[in-house]
Structure formats: structure tokens, C-alpha cells
């Protein structure tokens, strides 16, 4: 009896450790997200001159990739902090995530004109919109 509660107390102070362990490298990955946030905001903003030195399209394709990946890292971010908060991450901040990511790639094919890389990425991106709204049509929350 006595050998099941001293197994059971380690067990448990195992799980906690291995939690807090967890807890301090999420809560260290979003000082790291936040850090690269910052970073793209700045970037964002050196990249406004290309508006006097590129023609328009140039200056607007940046501005849309950079735009979109910020986005991107707010969705990480946000999956983060869902993490630390709920212990679980949600598939809705997952599939949003990776369907900023992917119209950041076809935004990108779309300015190079490779249509044949295109056309499987606009698939890939209507399959991962019905995705999205099955995640919200068949949430655990409602």
C-alpha cells in the first residue's frame, strides 16, 4: 500500500514538473514570437520605400507578403497563448494559421505568374476554408 502511494506522489510530481517545464518554454516561445512580430513591423516599415524607388506593384506585392505574415505570426501567437490558457490547442487556430500561410503563397505565385504551382495552392485553400468552417460548424464549445 504504502509502495502505490509513494509510486502515485512521483507520478505526480513527475506530471507537474514536465507541466511546468512546457509552460516556461510556451511562455518562452512567445517572447520569441513577439520579438519576430516586432521584427516584421519593422521591416514592414523599411519596405515602405520601395514605393519611391519600385514601381507600384513592386511596393504593394511587399506590402501584401508582409502584411500576411504578420498575420501568420499573430495566429502562432495566438495558438500560444490558447495553449498556456485552455492546455490544448485548438484546430480552428491551427487551420487559421495555415490558411493565412497559404494565401501568402498564392498571393506569391500570383505575382510571379507560375500557374501551375497556382492552381494545386487555390485547391489546397478551398479544401482548408471547408475545413475551417466544419471546425466551426462541429466545435466542442457549442
Known amino acids: 500500500m504504502k509502495a502505490k502511494f509513494k509510486h502515485a506522489v512521483e507520478k505526480t510530481i513527475a506530471k507537474l514538473n514536465l507541466t511546468y517545464v512546457i509552460r516556461l518554454l510556451a511562455s518562452l516561445l512567445i517572447v520569441a514570437v513577439l520579438l519576430g512580430f516586432l521584427a516584421g513591423i519593422v521591416k514592414t516599415f523599411i519596405d515602405l ?51 493565412i500561410v497559404m494565401l501568402n503563397e498564392v498571393l506569391t505565385f500570383w505575382y510571379t505568374g507560375d500557374h501551375i504551382t497556382y492552381i494545386p495552392l487555390v485547391a489546397l485553400l478551398l479544401t482548408l476554408i471547408v475545413i475551417r468552417i466544419l471546425c466551426i460548424k462541429f466545435s466542442p464549445n457549442k
Open 49 to 99: 520605400q520601395l514605393f519611391v524607388h519600385q514601381p507600384l506593384d513592386v511596393g504593394i506585392k511587399q506590402m501584401l507578403i508582409n502584411v500576411l505574415t504578420l498575420l501568420a505570426v499573430i495566429e502562432v501567437l495566438r495558438t500560444a497563448l490558447s495553449y498556456l490558457k485552455d492546455g490544448r490547442v485548438h484546430v480552428t487556430y491551427i487551420v487559421d494559421t495555415v490558411l
